[in-house]
């Protein structure tokens, strides 16, 4: 069973930065993809950042720019540098992993990013 962790959301003031990190654990298989969504009230969930194992990047066209994705695979580990942020930024992060051989996609809990003064 794929286990996500994710940690580091909050409240910043506009043009500040947060990181966020999500370790995935409970699987055999490689991961493949790993990445953050969001949503935001009233918004459909969009996509702000995957990163594949061999560190190809993909980024929201709103986040590119200020949001940089790495990730470390010996940990199982995904991290969203977010810098600059805006209020349109706030929303909740989830983070999305997929594996090897699996057709399943994973959800984090999700960790709540707030950007306002």
């Known amino acids: 069973q794929v286990h996500l962790v994710e940690s580091g959301g909050g409240l910043v003031q506009p043009g500040g930065s947060l990181r966020l990190s999500c370790a995935a654990s409970g699987s055999v298989f490689r991961f493949t993809t790993m990445g953050w969504y969001r949503q935001a009230p009233g918004k459909e969930r969009e996509l702000v950042s995957e990163?594949?194992?061999?560190?190809?990047?993909n980024y929201g066209d709103s986040v590119k720019g200020r949001f940089t994705a790495s990730r470390d695979n010996a940990k199982n580990t995904v991290y969203l540098q977010m810098n600059s942020l805006k209020p349109e930024d706030t929303a909740v992060y989830y983070c999305?992993?997929?594996?090897?051989?699996?057709?399943?996609?994973?959800w984090g809990q999700g960790t709540q990013v707030t950007v306002s003064s």
């Open positions: 990163i594949t194992s061999g560190g190809s990047t």
């Open positions: 999305k992993v997929r594996r090897v051989a699996d057709p399943a996609i994973y």
